[in-house]
């Protein structure tokens, strides 16, 4: 297992819509056998540059570890969900 970080922004969208997407990739990490160290949920940040018509986002940082399998299936599943603006998995160095 290698250890990995994501950081992703999530649409302004209410507390309990914010917690549920956390809890949905939380729960689908844990699912494809990962283990989830933290998870730290940054709230609401200015974005540089409007996207999708936000200029805010929710941020959050989640450092776990995984095989590179949870991170493929991961990475699909945070491209085709509609609350994520951006997102971005990256290997923790050794």
Request: net charge negative.
């Amino acid at each position: 297992m290698n250890n990995y970080e994501v950081m992703y922004i999530v649409k302004p969208v209410e507390e309990d819509a914010f917690n549920a997407v956390v809890k949905k990739f939380d729960d689908l990490l844990v699912a494809n056998g990962a283990t989830i160290e933290k998870t730290d949920k940054w709230g609401k940040k200015r974005l540089a540059y409007a996207i999708q018509d936000f200029n805010d986002g929710l941020y959050v940082l989640t450092t776990f570890a995984a095989e590179p399998a949870a991170v493929k299936e991961l990475d699909r599943v945070m491209k085709i969900t509609d609350d994520i603006l951006r997102h971005m998995i990256i290997r923790k160095g050794e």
